[in-house]
């Protein structure tokens, strides 16, 4: 199915396709510090909106706090389904909250609440129908005077209307509509990168490379039209400086990375949001500065988030030589780290092998991981891939190795490095065995002798097989019993076929 025929984007709420994982509540204590002012902060419009109620259903501790920030921004939106969506979420944390932990958290009187914004609610729907009208009357104006371009910025103004008050899926049908209308490929540009906006908003992973790959397209053929127009003006002006100037220009590199940073952003949250960690570390390592992803940084992501999704991911995945190379010495990437100073630590530790450190860090930020709404299905599965890499990287240079000594290394007691070692050694990750009554780990030992004395039997064998084929050749040259092949042919090709198989 053609993509631009979608007629709905389905609501992700923080979900992909990919398991999920979520804990029922996170906590916020000493152990697990979270501040709420300064996260949300970073981000402003129907983002801050939706991770705000994540945390509500996720944090009941710091609910009403939630709560309270949520109002204020929703009070700002346009759309006041989000009211009635937060009530319900409060409503269910609150109820959840009370039956299965006994944890009282101090529920706003809903109703009085609702009384309250009725009049906030009639005027904001009001002005919604109003320019809804306006726009729809504009757009059949359009069409009857036939002005694609007018067309197609009514289409995109109704896509943008119709995505700040909640209806996403009319909202794609006016993006996609208006590529009818686009006359260059800076139009078509605009289009996909609106839509990859929106996938991003709703959590389509499935659907963001598709665009991503669009967008791209239309970048190489805009960069090479303007390019053209440049050397065009230069030329026309017979000015050598101006010409040397305009050629200087003519890769479009300035366009190029306004543009491919938020590709590259795009690209590696779709891997991720799809649970393919490795694609999604590869690629959030190339994403540029934060200054080429514009409007995106605090409307769709914080530079936080992006050293931590990459970090974990190459933790995840990556050799610690490849982290050494492309994550330490990255200057782009360690901008972003210094975003989140613990990321380093979280880095340092694990490239000095200091895994108790290492498990310490992901146990503290495990709340700021957990309420993340693209990272949260998958943090168990990541922390647990840099648990089993820490564990197999901690015995490589062992023959062998008591488990008291990893549990002291590790953090763990000892029956649990047991259970995650026996785990690793199943799944073929760790080539040994436990000696569970004297609680030792040991690798197999590999008999040297014994696989050179196999190659030398194979390389035999070879031997006497090629030597029996030559044989047979020698013999059917003085027997005569050679069929010439027609002039012209491949001279041993006949002969080949007549003894290659002969033994």
Same mark, same amino acid.
């Not at 005077?145 to 910025?153: A, Y």
């Not at 995109?156 to 995505?163: E, H, P, S, V, W």
């Not at 305009?246 to 306004?258: F, H, I, L, P, Y």
């Given at each position: ?7 709905? $984007? ?39 909106? %939706?991770? *705000? ?14 709560? @309270? ?14 009211? =009635?969506?937060? *009530? =319900?979420?409060?409503? !269910?944390?609150? +109820? ?38 306006? *726009? ?43 590529? /009818? ?20 908003? !709703? ?22 039209? @303007? ?30 990375? #306004? ?8 690209? #590696? ?20 500065? #934060? ?37 330490? /010495? ?55 891939? $840099? ?35 026996? +785990? ?52 059917? !040259? !003085?027997? %005569? ?8 042919? +491949? ?13």
């Amino acid at each position: 199915m053609d993509v631009d025929t979608i007629e709905e $984007i389905q609501p992700q709420d923080g979900t992909s396709s990919s398991k999920v994982h979520r804990p029922m509540f996170l906590p916020v204590d000493e152990a697990h510090p979270f501040d709420l002012d300064s996260y949300i902060a970073n981000y402003s419009g129907r983002t801050a909106i %939706d991770r *705000l109620v994540f945390i509500i259903v996720l944090c009941p501790s710091i609910a009403p706090e939630a709560f @309270s920030l949520c109002v204020k921004r929703i009070h700002r939106s346009r759309d006041p389904s989000l009211y =009635q969506h937060l *009530l =319900q979420a409060y409503e !269910q944390t609150a +109820n959840a909250a009370a039956s299965d932990g006994g944890l009282d958290i101090s529920l706003p009187n809903t109703m009085d609440l609702a009384e309250l914004d009725t009049k906030w609610v009639d005027d904001v729907t009001a002005e919604n129908q109003a320019d809804r009208v306006k *726009l729809e009357v504009e757009l059949k104006t359009y069409s009857n005077n036939m002005i694609k371009e007018s067309i197609r910025m009514a289409h995109r103004d109704l896509g943008n209307f119709y995505r700040s008050i909640g209806d996403f899926g009319t909202a794609l049908k006016h993006y996609t509509k208006s590529r /009818e209308f686009c006359t260059t490929s800076h139009h078509v540009l605009d289009m996909c990168m609106s839509i990859l906006e929106l996938l991003i908003e !709703q959590r389509n992973y499935a659907h963001i490379t598709t665009y991503v790959f669009k967008a791209d397209a239309a970048l190489d053929a805009a960069t090479a039209a @303007s390019a053209s127009a440049t050397a065009a003006t230069a030329n026309s002006s017979g000015n050598p400086a101006a010409i040397a100037q305009a050629m200087k220009k003519t890769g479009g590199k300035n366009e190029r990375d #306004a543009v491919q940073a938020k590709l590259d952003f795009a690209t #590696a949250l779709s891997h991720l949001g799809q649970g393919s960690y490795e694609k999604a570390a590869n690629a959030f390592l190339k994403v540029g500065p #934060a200054k080429d992803l514009g409007h995106w940084i605090g409307q769709l992501i914080a530079p936080g988030d992006i050293a931590i999704y990459g970090t974990l991911c190459a933790l995840a995945t990556f050799p610690r030589s490849t982290i050494k190379a492309r994550v330490l /010495e990255n200057v782009t990437f360690s901008a972003y780290i210094e975003q989140e100073p613990y990321i380093r630590e979280l880095i340092e530790a694990y490239m000095n092998s200091n895994f108790k450190t290492v498990l310490e860090l992901l146990n503290r930020y495990s709340t700021r991981h957990g309420i993340d709404i693209h990272l949260s299905p998958h943090i168990n599965d990541l922390a647990t891939a $840099i648990r089993n890499r820490a564990l197999v990287l901690y015995f490589q240079p062992f023959a062998t190795i008591k488990l008291e000594r990893m549990s002291a290394a590790f953090g763990w007691t000892v029956e649990e490095v047991e259970q995650h070692v026996v +785990n690793l050694i199943q799944a073929g990750d760790i080539q040994g065995r436990v000696d569970s009554q004297n609680k030792i780990l040991k690798a197999k030992k590999t008999d040297y002798r014994d696989e050179l004395f196999a190659r030398a039997i194979k390389a035999g064998t070879d031997m006497q097989a090629a030597n029996r084929k030559l044989l047979l050749r020698m013999r059917l !040259q !003085q027997a %005569d019993l050679i069929v010439k092949p027609p002039k012209g042919a +491949n001279q041993s090709g006949v002969l080949t076929d007549f003894y290659a198989g002969g033994e």
